[in-house]
């Protein structure tokens, strides 16, 4: 990117940092031995992290590199930009709530920023 060109955000929504308890997507970034490192789809990829113990039962077939999954938020701390996430904390019925949310925003968002 060009050092003059501007800079725009990809936060989808107002708030700069999601609520705990919030379910969310996110997209993989790497897997290592203790967690798998995440983006934040919704909030500018701000980096999260999933510990091993918090994807589920089936722990690492559970979660793919470069996937989409739909991930609760258990700890946020705004001052370190540290977001600690859940998978296997999001109830079904969550999943297609959140995953219908997301799709609705990213439209809009697209459409946003191609009028910007």
């Not at 989808?12 to 790497?30: C, G, H, L, N, W």
């Not at 540290?82 to 799709?103: A, G, T």
Request: proline share 3%; net charge negative; hydrophobic share 35%.
């Amino acid at each position: 990117m060009d050092s003059n060109s501007p800079s725009l955000e990809c936060r989808m929504y107002e708030a700069r940092f999601p609520d705990v308890d919030t379910t969310m997507m996110i997209q993989v970034k790497s897997i290592g031995e203790m967690c798998a490192y995440v983006s934040l789809l919704e909030y500018n990829n701000i980096e999260g992290m999933i510990l091993l113990s918090e994807l589920s039962r089936r722990r690492i077939l559970s979660i793919t590199w470069g996937g989409t999954e739909p991930v609760m938020v258990l700890h946020l701390d705004e001052d370190k930009r540290y977001v600690n996430l859940s998978k296997k904390r999001v109830c079904e019925e969550d999943i297609q709530i959140c995953e219908d949310r997301y799709n609705e925003s990213k439209l809009v968002h697209s459409i946003m920023r191609h009028v910007a």
